[in-house]
């Protein structure tokens, strides 16, 4: 095999550059420790104002209740004049709860004053579960009075009338909505993607500037030989991320491994083979490590963003046609499922057989058109920043 | 003005208008990563595929089914007439991920419905998807519990009036974008510098640069001074673009927005040229810019998750990062109208960023110069 030299120089190079080994392999793994720390956390704590200006049993009990949440926190009353907006304009407290002695009639006789909740919308991830938490600390009110006191205060607010329809959530495969075990595996597929990409594709738009290049194409290797061997130790790089990470994530986060490593792999290998494709192909095309860059970036983000990894593809609105094109036909999305149903629900190979065999057919169009994007972009010659660099290339330039 | 200053950026307009090709990818940025981020990052729940099990039947039930069909968010993809079994069927689909939740009217529903006890349905969830599929469900359970079976009066207890204000209602797309600028203009920032540096250190350009008289502050601030107007011109068109596209209400004072903008610009193009001083590639510095800045400020920064549920380590993190402040600026001055003076806290701390990340730059250049490597 002629390209077992070309596989020990890329590696060599990798080697021999201390900093980059580091970039590598460390950072990652130190990067995988501090955002899975950030997935890991529960929401709590979320700073809320009250102002009790009714000051009633039911009101203290109100306070108590949603001081009792472990979502909110409650923090110093806020002024009672003035619209609940200004207290929200700092940003420092995420609502404002304002109970008002209600206008005369049954509800003053029994003490339930008027509730008004303002909640900062400008943060939409958290807002929603902020207002059904302060929603559930009013559900719970009539039921811890009536417990607590006694029943001539309080059988009021258990008045019959038509019935609110509560709701039991049961979470399945990750019983406490833990974001590390859902993001987890494709944060690890994140990492993955973005340094076999950038390890990738500037190594070859380097060559092309230190036009070291040239002596590589008239070493007489053909283009396939060149895009195998320096393909297939950044194929190894990819592969290693995943080796590390997936346990790092079981060990230190106790993420769930249920299912069977193989379907894992049967993924994960031609979805690195493919990244690597493309960033050889980009590079070859680029003229410089500026381009490969910024399209690195663009392809990097659509595929993450586009998968599911974030919010669910199906959140995409159905005009954005780019963004449900790119879902389609995303890689990253296959990969991402299959890890889910791998790791969380403990899926083997036949349940993923859909998902793997629309990757295998992703990958090879991908391998190939990279394939094929990466011998025009050898054969247009080594086009160099400089002028000079462009006259002293050995290969001239193709029309 | 020094003459190396101008010299350095003479140099550095030329070189940026004579590669056209990377000017085009870069004027690009803006356009890319809004309709990338924007469509891409949508927390309004929709289109999730629902599986719905009616144990019970009767009217009632039938009203929850029909109100959860109705809902927006929701698309029942699994009507199921009634019986045990379905219940089974509907969790292989779940298992599958064909299905993402599954609403069970219990047995009994009806009969308790009529009685006027306390009724509940179940909805199973499919945790693989968190933190969208608790977004879901507490989006289903807002549903439910505003749902009034039966004629009989409201019961008795302290009912809220609940406003969420600032965030457009429904369009949660509208609260996003600005959170995305923090994010979009430091990606912008740190790259346009980084990238022109690492050339600089990997040609040995840079060396020369050194070995010249011109001193490593009048580099570094030749260097920023051409990427300012082109960060600022590219973060500009990032925002207006994505405004009108998304239609942001923008309450705040435009000019606020600029000052802030330009502090954190700033504090992103010394952070380009900081770390790419500090490394000996492009590829490296690329690759530690991503994972250092870049990703964190993405989950640190409160875009994503909010910082006061973080334990304390993380917060010590967060607040090393100027997204952060960034964020807190963007979201008060375009989505609440508050003043950049009300946000002293933030703007002091970017232009601290700003100020520290130049020192920075510039010390470590100067340690290069007397230390060649």
Redesign the interface.
């Known amino acids: 095999m002629r390209i077992l030299p070309l596989v020990r120089k890329e590696l060599a190079e990798i080697l021999r550059q201390r900093e980059l080994v580091a970039l590598i392999l460390a950072v990652p793994l130190i990067e995988l420790l501090i955002l899975g720390y950030v997935l890991s956390t529960p929401l709590k704590d979320l700073p809320v104002a009250l102002v009790d200006l009714a000051r009633t049993p039911v009101s203290r009990e109100i306070v108590r209740q949603i001081g009792a949440s472990p979502l909110l926190r409650v923090v110093g009353a806020e002024p009672r004049s003035g619209r609940a907006e200004d207290a929200l304009a700092d940003g420092r407290r995420r609502a404002v709860v304002r109970l008002r002695p209600a206008a005369a009639g049954p509800a003053r006789a029994m003490g339930i004053p008027d509730v008004q909740v303002t909640v900062d919308g400008t943060d939409p991830f958290t807002s929603g579960a902020l207002a059904n938490a302060i929603d559930a600390a009013l559900g719970r009110v009539a039921g811890a009075l009536a417990e607590r006191s006694s029943a001539t205060v309080v059988a009021v607010p258990l008045a019959p009338g038509s019935p609110r329809i509560g709701t039991a959530v049961l979470a399945r495969f990750n019983p406490d909505l833990r974001s590390v075990d859902a993001m987890g595996p494709g944060l690890v597929g994140l990492l993955l993607t973005l340094l076999t990409f950038f390890v990738t594709g500037l190594s070859l738009v380097r060559e092309r500037e230190q036009q070291t290049l040239d002596t590589l194409l008239v070493t007489g290797l053909t283009p396939l030989e060149i895009f195998l061997g320096k393909g297939i130790p950044m194929m190894g790089v990819g592969l290693l991320h995943l080796a590390a990470g997936v346990p790092l994530l079981a060990a230190w986060f106790g993420v769930p491994f249920r299912g069977s490593p193989l379907p894992m792999l049967a993924a994960a290998v031609p979805y690195v083979a493919a990244v690597v494709s493309a960033a050889l192909a980009v590079s070859a095309l680029a003229r410089n490590q500026r381009q490969t860059m910024f399209v690195s970036w663009y392809a990097m983000i659509a595929l993450i963003l586009f998968s599911g990894f974030l919010t669910p593809v199906e959140s995409i609105p159905a005009a954005a046609v780019h963004a449900r094109l790119v879902a389609a036909l995303n890689p990253f999305r296959e990969l991402l499922e299959v890890s889910r149903q791998v790791m969380l629900k403990g899926a083997g190979t036949g349940a993923t057989a859909p998902h793997l065999a629309r990757l295998a057919g992703l990958c090879a169009a991908a391998g190939a058109a990279s394939f094929v994007a990466f011998r025009r972009g050898l054969r247009r010659g080594a086009p160099s920043r400089s002028p000079r660099g462009r006259a002293d290339a050995v290969t001239p330039r193709s029309s | 003005m020094t003459r190396g200053f101008r010299a350095v950026a003479a140099k550095e307009i030329r070189h940026i208008l ?2 056209p ?2 000017l085009t ?2 004027a ?2 803006p356009v ?2 809004i ?3 924007g ?11 629902t599986a719905v099990v009616d144990l019970s039947g009767g009217p009632s039930a039938a009203a ?1 089914v029909g109100a959860v069909a109705a809902a927006g968010p929701f698309t029942i993809v699994a009507p199921t007439p009634g019986g045990a079994g379905d219940l089974e069927s509907a ?1 292989r689909l ?4 064909e299905v ?1 939740q599954i609403v069970i009217v219990p047995a009994g529903f009806e009969a ?2 009529r009685a ?20 879901a ?6 549903l ?2 505003n ?23 429904g369009r ?1 797309a509208a ?2 974008i ?2 995305l600028w923090a994010i979009i203009f430091l ?1 912008i920032s740190t ?1 346009i510098t980084a ?2 540096v ?2 600089e250190v ?2 040995g350009a840079l060396r020369i640069l050194l070995l010249s008289r011109v001193s490593p502050a009048e580099i570094i601030l030749g260097k920023i001074a051409p990427y300012v107007p082109l960060a600022a011109i590219l973060a500009a068109a990032a925002a207006v673009f994505s405004g009108l596209w998304f239609h942001i209400p923008f309450r705040g004072r435009p000019a606020d927005l600029a000052a802030a903008s330009g502090l954190y610009v700033v504090a992103g193009l010394s952070i380009g040229l900081l770390v790419s001083t500090s ?6 510095a ?3 810019m ?3 800045t870049i ?2 400020s993405f ?2 920064s ?1 875009f ?3 910082v ?4 304390r ?2 917060r010590v ?1 967060s607040s090393l990062l100027p997204a952060t402040y960034f964020l ?1 600026v963007v ?2 001055i375009v ?4 003043a950049l003076r ?2 002293g806290t933030e703007a002091a701390a970017l232009a601290g960023f700003a100020a520290a990340s130049l020192g920075l730059a510039i010390a470590v250049l100067s340690r290069r110069r007397s230390r060649p490597r």
């Open positions: 004579r590669d090709a990377t990818l870069l690009l940025v890319v990563m309709l990338v981020y469509y891409g990052i949508n927390p309004d729940p929709r289109g999730v595929r929850v969790e779940l298992l599958r991920g993402h308790a419905v006027g006890g306390p009724v509940e349905v179940g909805v199973v969830i499919d945790g693989t998807r968190a933190p969208a599929s608790g977004q469900a507490v989006v289903m359970e807002r439910l519990s749902l009034r079976l039966g004629s009989g009066t409201p019961p008795a207890r302290p009912a809220a009036s609940t406003k969420i204000v600032f965030g457009e209602d949660a609260a996003v600005p959170g990606a790259l990238a022109s690492a050339h990997e040609t490394f000996r590639t492009l590829r490296e690329v690759i530690a991503t994972l250092t990703l964190p989950l640190l409160g994503l998750f909010p006061e549920s973080m334990p380590v993380l993190l807190r979201r008060g989505l609440r109208g508050t009300a946000l």
